[in-house]
């Protein structure tokens, strides 16, 4: 995406919230109201509230629209029904990821794509490539804004503004709400590890819908969210992120996410290689890490073996992202590392600005949420 960052319908609301606002994935985005550890614990232990209107939407429509998403995936889009919707990695003919994305089926014969947002263009144009006359693909990004309200509390309040039938929407399906008068759509998913919902609305009732869940929010100590808290949120629950965990030279196998590739019974786009390497296995996987030294690992730290002297050894593997858990109270990290190095347990470096600190391979996620 080039030229000035684009701006969401919430803009205005986040700059009267005093949010610090940055340029991201082509946006004008709000980082952190009252900071990213008070909002990472308000969607830990309460809810909070995050614009995501800058991610896209494309719209698949005709009688072949299930078929050619469902070729387009990793995962088995042919089984969904309607209302529900899937996570799947999206892959090129050699295995490497074109995007990780979740499809709603409406119907047989109309079926929405939601992908990241620094990828909206490029994902479209590979849609109608590989598409062809199938069906018709429709970029609907700008026709639509999306709020994520994250965390245990979210249910109790977004039922008390949408009604009894949102709490009970089963996790992965979607429906038709009504919110303050604003009709909306109410898919039970997030990118937080919490339950919640992401909604969608018009762009123009997004200001009324967002100042609707703030204004109803206090009793259930809901907090405004910006991208800090959503990347220490997501990174806990080991939450993939494009362009970081996985991208064109990383395949949905190596990045752990085996259990979205099916592929019995199906070809799609990336199979036969994909096939391949679960048939002859992986040469490197993405491993959880905890840091045992001080120190916080962060994108592109080399990860080397570790030895007694402590000092930095030749790069095995790299940091695809690290933070200091505000859940645990401890540094972690996501690598990916030789497969012979990826067993639990496995002790090693990472390279810090040039300090070797020690590491373990744990197993992940990091954080999951108390059954209800």
């Not at 469902?70 to 209302?83: H, I, Y």
């Not at 990695?89 to 990241?116: E, F, Q």
């Not at 604003?182 to 937080?192: D, E, K, L, P, Q």
Request: aromatic share 6%; net charge neutral.
């Amino acid at each position: 995406m080039t030229g000035q960052p684009q701006n969401t319908p919430l803009l205005a609301a986040h700059q009267s919230a005093s949010a610090r606002i940055v340029d991201f994935a082509g946006f004008r985005m709000p980082l952190q109201y009252t900071g990213i550890i008070d909002e990472h614990q308000a969607v830990r232990t309460a809810c909070g509230l995050f614009d995501v209107s800058h991610m896209g939407e494309v719209e698949f429509t005709g009688p072949g629209a299930l078929a050619a998403v469902d070729r387009l995936m990793t995962n088995a889009v042919c089984k969904l029904s309607d209302g529900q919707i899937l996570y799947t990695p999206i892959c090129y003919p050699d295995g490497g990821i074109v995007d990780d994305c979740l499809v709603y089926r409406h119907s047989a014969d109309k079926v929405l794509v939601v992908v990241n947002a620094s990828n909206v263009d490029k994902d479209y144009a590979w849609f109608a490539e590989q598409t062809g006359k199938a069906c018709t693909v429709t970029n609907r990004s700008a026709e639509w804004a999306l709020v994520a309200l994250q965390g245990p509390r979210a249910a109790a309040l977004w039922s008390r503004l949408a009604g009894q039938q949102v709490a009970e929407l089963p996790s992965f399906h979607f429906a038709a709400s009504t919110a303050a008068g604003i009709a909306c759509v109410s898919s039970r998913t997030g990118y937080t590890g919490e339950d919640g919902y992401e909604i969608f609305c018009r762009p123009d009732d997004a200001p009324a819908l967002w100042g609707a869940i703030v204004e109803a929010g206090g009793a259930f100590g809901l907090k405004l969210c910006g991208l800090g808290a959503r990347d220490t949120l997501r990174l806990e629950a080991r939450l993939m992120l494009y362009g970081n965990d996985i991208d064109q030279t990383t395949s949905p196998l190596e990045a752990g996410l085996g259990w979205t590739v099916k592929l019995k019974g199906r070809t799609f786009i990336g199979s036969d290689v994909l096939s391949r390497q679960k048939a002859e296995g992986l040469s490197r996987r993405l491993v959880c890490l905890e840091m045992r030294g001080r120190g916080i690992a962060r994108h592109g730290h080399p990860v080397c073996r570790a030895q007694s002297d402590g000092l930095p050894q030749d790069p095995v593997g790299h940091v695809t992202s690290g933070t200091m858990s505000p859940t645990l109270g401890r540094a972690i990290a996501l690598a990916y590392v030789p497969t012979a190095l990826a067993e639990l347990g496995t002790r090693l470096h990472v390279d810090v600005r040039g300090k070797a600190v020690e590491a373990e391979v744990v197993r992940g996620p990091f954080y999951q949420r108390p059954n209800p």
